[in-house]
């Protein structure tokens, strides 16, 4: 076999601790398919502008392959590779029966205007169509995408396909959206991490955190963090970020960011950038931003004694490596943000059978599902007596590696 790349050293732990033959593994990491394409998009000063896209389908082993659109400057083949082949090993760990895809186009969706943005996205639709649908591969909002960017899709896809609503999740209310799907990362992130404790005998109330990320995931982190009694001491976001030790009040930060443009400046705290929001002495760090956040270089600063991620690959594997021999228990992506596809699912789900579930019910599912996936993790790290992340990577990767040999080749 080649020499693995850095986000392939977690899978082969794992594989190793399966005994995997390097021809499975082989097949395991190679995306079945991988597409890039040109979208030529008249710009609203008349130019045209020119982006690239990215479809990648990772695994369909165990079903449609799934996972979101990203839109950000820092797009490109080897990230949505990387995040494709997250998402088959995610939807595992939660048992939803999907396999794992990942998208998105190289912009910063903050230069283009709402009609500028529109035009992108039905374009990327056009040249991509053919190859997804609800039962082929069904995309859905990741950052810099939201509920908005999904109706676009949907109606762009039922030009050339009809009615399809399942083709896309992370949809609108009003547009056979799911109740409670937007606020479901967060909500997953914190199921976690109060599992977490309470495997620990601790308790989230009470405990410190620093968040990074003030986004989607981090919001609902922090809100649902913040009901439950935990004290949020640190956050940043990409232009700034705010401390204080007594506890931020997460609503009225949320409204302050809402109308300042970012946490940057809120009353009654300090000034933070990212080095300090790592360096921050607390029970818990969350990263909920970009990937690769943690490294060598950073992992040694964190004063934190437990990390889940939010985020998607925050941490590269030296940092998790210190990580490891400093005692730091980390919970990881591919469990600990599978909140948002476990919605999703429960999205497919309604609109194939058009029903409309209401958000206590999802609220419950998601409980459920999460609470299982982490509980079969925590156990297999027991039993083998392997890192968290390890542990949902032997989930994972062991559920795939039996689906493909069941399935056989032909
Ligand atoms: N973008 C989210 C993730 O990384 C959600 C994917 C989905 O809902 O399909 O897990």
Known sequence: MSTPNKSEIYFHAAADHLKISDRMRTLL???????????????DNGEVGTFVGYRVQHDGARGPMKGGLRYHPEVDDLEVQTLAQLMTWKTAVVDLPYGGAKGGIAVDPRSL?????????????????????????????DMGTNSQVMAWF??????????????????PLELHGCEGREEATGRGVVIIANRLFHQLGQELKGKTVALQGFGNVG????????????????????????ANPNGLNIPKLAEYAK??????????????D?????????????????????TAKTA?????????????????????????ERGIL?????????????VSYFEWVQNRSVVHWPLEEIRAKLELKMTAAFDAVWKIAEERKVPLRTAAYILGIGRVAKATELAGVS
């Open 29 to 43: 990491l190679t995306p079945e398919r991988d597409v890039k394409v040109q979208l030529a998009v008249r710009l």
């Open 259 to 272: 109308s300042n443009n970012g946490v940057q400046g809120f009353p009654e705290s300090e000034p933070l």
């Open 154 to 171: 949907m109606n762009q896809y039922q030009k050339y396909h009809g009615f399809q609503p399942a083709c896309v999740t992370g949809k």
């Open 330 to 342: 980390v919970a990881p992506d591919i469990l600990a943000n599978a909140g948002g596809v476990t």
């Open 113 to 141: 205007s709402s009609g500028e943005l529109e035009r992108l996205t039905r374009k990327f639709v056009d040249q991509i169509h053919d190859m997804v649908g609800p039962d082929t591969d069904i995309p859905a909002p």
């Open 274 to 294: 990212n080095e300090g929001l790592f360096a921050t002495k607390c029970d818990l760090l969350i990263p909920a931003a970009l990937g690769g956040q943690l």
């Open 300 to 324: 040694p600063i964190v004063q934190a004694k437990y990390i889940v991620e939010a985020a998607n690959d925050p941490t590269t594997p030296e940092a998790d490596e210190i990580f490891h």
């Open 219 to 242: 919001l609902y982190t922090a809100k649902f963090l913040f009901e439950r009694g935990a004290k949020i001491v640190a956050i940043t976001d990409v232009r700034g970020g705010c």
